[in-house]
């Protein structure tokens, strides 16, 4: 099952509506955290230190649904921790899809082939893969041996059953450039949509700040990873995959990408979560985004995550007719931050 053309034309209807509208800010995927519980302990992974003393919270359905609708996002991305813990997981799934949303469902991998047993293949649902290099490289990264095993097998089992898939790859400093570049290549031969890439964000609950690329590091590294050459299939945009490789600059629309966790609606965005609140619309005040951005607070230096600027590259080329066309003709309109964590 591909990438459905309908998701770019329920996206591309949506964005159209609220431009005509006249809202200076909407968002454009529901990231959606229904626990920040995980099987695994990411030496990158910020949400389950920050949320270390509610890590036993689990979202009822209702509250799923109701942080969705409140949203109204033709996309939700459920992350976490590892969303397939959730003991109603396939009840979140089945009552978004049913509100004909485009499904994004973030996983390690470990659960995955138990989740696809009560949920069956639709082209409202993608799953979306974390695997950040090849055997020995992820295992490391996860510190358990056997996990990208799982994962691919689990991936392949996905992909021979119909489902849609895609895989999601966090990429931090002294990564091995190699071993990515094999992933990649075999997940693209595999057949899954696309590798979506993102480099790693600072959290500053992480004791090895070291493990962090800053953002003249990453454009030399995002320049080799994503040479076209190589005929790697990757799901981010090809203009944000042109910011990563820094050939063009954009300002952060993270305000496109809110994020509902077990607390409430983090603010001001899925990486800083300042404070927590019960109502979306503290998300998209003017005074709020002069605090944050590139420039303005300092903590966003060196993102070039795609649940901040994904979605930017979507918005200025919809004032420029030639950048448009290169999306729609890309097919990669819809990918606009999914799967950010």
């Not at 509506?17 to 006249?22: D, S, T, V």
């Not at 020995?136 to 799982?150: L, M, N, Q, T, W």
């Not at 021979?160 to 091995?176: A, E, H, K, L, P």
Request: aromatic share 10%; hydrophobic share 40%; charged share 25%.
């Amino acid at each position: 099952m591909g990438r459905p053309i309908e998701l770019a034309a329920r996206l591309g209807w949506y964005i159209l509506k609220n431009k005509i509208g006249r809202r200076k800010r909407f968002p454009l995927v529901t990231m959606l955290e229904p626990l920040e519980a995980c099987n695994l302990s990411c030496e990158g992974c910020g949400r389950i230190r920050e949320y270390e003393p509610v890590l036993d919270r689990v979202m009822s359905v209702d509250e799923c649904m109701a942080a969705v609708e409140q949203s109204g996002a033709p996309i939700v991305s459920i992350a976490g921790g590892e969303p397939t813990l959730h003991p109603q997981i396939q009840d979140i799934v089945h009552g978004i899809i049913a509100k004909k949303r485009f499904v994004y469902l973030c996983t390690n991998g470990l659960l995955m082939e138990r989740v696809m047993q009560s949920i069956p293949p639709s082209k409202y649902l993608c799953f979306v893969v974390h695997l950040d290099g090849m055997e020995e490289a992820h295992d490391r990264s996860v510190y358990r041996k056997g996990v990208f095993k799982i994962a691919t097998k689990a991936i392949k089992a996905a992909l021979n059953q119909g489902y849609r898939v895609t895989t999601n790859t966090t990429v931090f400093n002294g990564v091995d450039e190699k071993d990515l570049i094999e992933m990649f290549t075999m997940v693209t031969k595999m057949g899954v949509e696309g590798a979506m890439v993102s480099p790693g964000y600072h959290f500053e609950t992480i004791p090895n700040q070291d493990l962090f690329i800053s953002r003249q590091n990453a454009r030399k590294v995002f320049r080799s990873l994503l040479t076209p050459s190589r005929g790697i299939r990757f799901y981010n945009n090809p203009l944000y995959l042109d910011f990563l490789r820094g050939a063009r600059e954009y300002q952060c629309t993270a305000w496109s990408n809110p994020t509902y966790t077990v607390m409430g609606w983090r603010e001001p965005c899925y990486l800083l979560g300042d404070r927590h609140t019960q109502d979306i619309d503290d998300l998209y005040s003017d005074e709020l985004w002069d605090r944050f951005g590139v420039g303005n607070d300092p903590r966003c230096a060196h993102c070039l995550m795609h649940c901040g600027f994904e979605s930017a590259s979507i918005f200025v080329a919809l004032g420029n007719p030639k950048e448009a066309y290169r999306l729609v003709k890309a097919g990669a309109v819809q990918n606009s931050g999914v799967g950010a964590s």
